[in-house]
C-alpha cells in the first residue's frame, strides 16, 4: 500500500513537471533563437508603398506600389525592381534610371510609407491579417488580435519570415520582434 502511494506521488510530480514546461510535445526546440530587425535592414516586397521624391521635378515624384511582380512602375523611366532590395538600394536604381538619359543630375529620395501586412493565426482571439507598424513586437500583435484564447501557450511563439519556407519557434518575450510579411502562429499549450 506505502509503495502504491509513493508511486502515485512521483507520477504526479512527473506530470506537475511537465505542466510546468508548457513544452509542445509537436514543436522543434532546436530551433528557438532571438529575433532581431532593424528598419535598416528591411528588403523590400510586394504590398509595400514607397514613396519616392525626385527633387525639382513633382511631375515625377509621388507614392508608389511594389507590383505582385516585385516592380514599382515610375514616371518617365518605366518599371523599377523593387523586390529584395533595401530602401537605399532602391533609391540607387531610382537614381541610376533617370540619370540613365532623363535628367542630367537627379536627387532622389526614397521611403517606405505603408509595409505590407504580417498575419497572426492560431491561439488568438481574432486571427487574420493586420498592418504592420514600425516597432511592432509579437506581444502588439496578440493585442492586435484580441490577446490569446486560454488555450495560448505563451512561453513561445512560431514566426515564418515573408519568404521563408519554414516557421522557427521563438521564446516569447516583451521585445521579439515583428517583421513586415510575417506569419505569427501561437500554439496551443498542453495541460
Known sequence: MALRQKLLAVLALLLAAACATGTD???????????TFT????????G?????????EPDLSGEFAVDGTGYVSLPLVGEIKASALTV?????????????????DPRISAEVTTYRPYFILGEV???????????????????????????????????RRDGAEKETKVPLTST????PGDTIRISERFF
Open 125 to 159: 482571439k481574432q486571427p487574420g491579417t493586420y498592418a504592420y507598424q514600425n516597432g511592432l513586437t509579437v506581444l502588439n500583435a496578440v493585442a492586435t488580435a484580441q490577446g490569446f484564447t486560454y488555450r495560448a501557450n505563451e512561453r513561445f511563439v512560431f514566426i
Open 48 to 56: 509595400d508603398k514607397v514613396k519616392v521624391t525626385v527633387f525639382g
Open 25 to 35: 510535445p509537436v514543436a522543434d526546440t532546436d530551433q528557438m533563437a532571438p529575433i
Open 88 to 104: 537605399r538600394e532602391f533609391q540607387g536604381a531610382v537614381d541610376t534610371a533617370f540619370r540613365d538619359g532623363y535628367l542630367k
Open 39 to 46: 528598419v535598416d535592414d528591411y528588403r523590400l516586397g510586394a
Open 176 to 179: 521579439t520582434p515583428v517583421q
